[in-house]
């Protein structure tokens, strides 16, 4: 099983366990019964704030997917926000969402986000930007499966 996550090529049952797993394993928090992770943006328009960890190196211990960023809090409403995420030691870009947080409800809820297999062991951080800038904050968790 290991040509599916190195290099070489892959054969048609390493896509197919892939695909198994994908759909039929089981899924995760993170953090997981803690509180969520508080992002900051940066001062200026759109500009990203500081690269922040949610999830530490080997925490994660087999490959992994991102499928939902889950908004708990913001503290500021009726602005949209831009969360990028990256994985490993390079900080490596893996998916972005955008999302509103509406006065009404407070905070965005649940988005979907799909990133490629991130390696065993691997950290995950984000940068998190909002339209017109000036330190705000939102506390994330993600869910996640392993392969």
């Keep these: 099983m290991s040509s599916a996550y190195g290099p070489g090529k892959k054969q048609i049952y390493d896509y197919v366990h892939i695909l198994a797993e994908h759909v039929h394993s089981q899924q995760y928090v993170y953090p997981t019964l ?3 992770v508080s992002l900051t943006t940066a001062a200026g328009d759109w500009a990203q704030g500081t690269l922040t960890e949610i999830v530490p190196a080997s925490t994660i211990t087999s490959p992994f997917d991102i499928h939902e960023i889950i908004v708990e809090t913001v503290n500021t409403a009726d602005k949209t926000y831009q969360l990028d995420l990256y994985h490993g030691a390079s900080d490596t870009f ?19 986000i799909m990133t490629p297999i991130i390696p065993a062991n691997d950290k995950l951080t984000a940068k998190l930007s909002i339209q017109d800038g000036g330190s705000k904050t939102a506390s994330i968790s993600v869910r996640y499966h392993t392969y």
């Design 34 to 36: 803690a509180d969520a």
């Design 94 to 112: 893996a998916g972005s969402v955008r999302f509103r947080a509406d006065s009404v409800r407070g905070g965005s809820g649940s988005l979907t």
